[in-house]
């Protein structure tokens, strides 16, 4: 199974759709859990999930904004959606019950 | 800073550097919270390289021995040479089997190590200069100078540099210059066996040269 930061980036880009890149996706998670994930663990983990087969990475455009640099565009393989909601399953599974399943943050 | 920065990312493959360099420029992050990520990642590669087999014997397998044992050589073909440079009798079957030797063997490891593991070439570059560098502090002789221990180098390096060039050797010339590096081998000071043994970068080649055919 999936790991819990693996199924963060894997969620982001699926959220971000066609507009899924590194610095989008770290921006989208610092967005949603307030955690600040440095680009080391963005990018080895984009590795091992595009080795895994979960991820598809390639070099996009380039932008003004970026420095007329390329980025590094993310889509999410049917196998990686379906290991993403094996970990979700996981999560809702064992949470069942317990004091802070359901409580709003 | 910003130049820090630069020479940081140099350290990253092309193309993440390119994205790296990207997504901190349009983060707007500080330049040094910038050079702390691109650091970082440098670390966490380094690491991952090191999950694998081949940095590890590349650099203490092959770099480190084959270093004291060409060190070793380089002392022998330098004496030897030295004698007969006094006009005093030399085992010349030794000598030329030594002098012919130093360089294929140097330059069949430097290619062997270079080509196991590109990546991690600087930490076998340091375990074989590490010993070299005690050993030219140590040593002392009346007639030679402490370089000579270094006659293994060039070839060495020539051998990096032609593996970094991902020039392909023939299947038949790797296989001829393992049993040359092998059969040879029994002529240089030192534990025979172990000698025979050290010489397995040059095997190394001949068996990746024959997948590769």
């Given at each position: ?5 693996e ?50 990475t ?18 999410v ?29 | ?34 050079l702390?990520?691109?650091l ?11 999950t694998d087999?081949?940095p ?15 060190m ?55 375990c ?48 001829l ?37």
């Amino acid at each position: 199974m999936i790991g819990e930061f693996e199924y963060l980036l894997i969620t982001a880009s699926v959220r971000l759709g066609d507009e899924a890149y590194g610095a989008a996706v770290r921006e989208e998670i610092a967005a949603t859990t307030g955690q600040r994930c440095s680009l080391g663990a963005l990018y080895t983990t984009l590795e091992r999930l595009e080795n895994k087969g979960f991820l598809e990475t390639w070099m996009g455009e380039s932008t003004p904004q970026r420095g007329g640099r390329s980025k590094r565009m993310i889509r999410v393989t049917p196998a990686g959606s379906r290991a993403a909601k094996e970990f979700y399953d996981a999560v809702m599974g064992v949470s069942r019950g317990v004091s802070w399943a359901g409580e709003m943050p | 800073m910003n130049r820090l920065l630069d020479i940081a990312s140099l350290l990253l493959e092309v193309e993440e550097r390119e994205a790296v360099q990207g997504d901190l420029a349009e983060a707007g992050e500080s330049t040094w919270r910038g050079l702390l990520d691109v650091l970082d990642l440098v670390f966490r590669r380094q690491l991952l390289l090191w999950t694998d087999w081949r940095p590890w014997l590349a650099a203490f397998g092959a770099a480190w021995p084959v270093s004291l044992t060409l060190m070793g050589l380089s002392m022998a073909v330098s004496t030897g040479l030295q004698t007969a440079v006094d006009g005093r009798p030399v085992p010349l079957i030794i000598l030329t089997s030594q002098v012919v030797l130093l360089p294929i063997w140097a330059w069949t490891a430097g290619f062997a190590i270079a080509t196991l593991s590109r990546r991690t070439l600087w930490i076998a570059a340091v375990c074989a200069l590490l010993p070299c560098l005690y050993c030219l502090s140590k040593f002392h002789h009346s007639s030679l100078s402490k370089f000579c221990l270094l006659l293994f180098l060039p070839p060495a390096v020539w051998g990096v540099r032609h593996a970094l060039r991902a020039i392909r050797i023939p299947r038949g010339s790797a296989i001829l210059l393992a049993l040359v590096v092998t059969g040879l081998a029994i002529y240089i000071p030192g534990v025979l066996l172990l000698n025979c043994a050290l010489s397995w970068p040059a095997w190394y080649l001949a068996v990746t040269a024959k997948r590769s055919s």
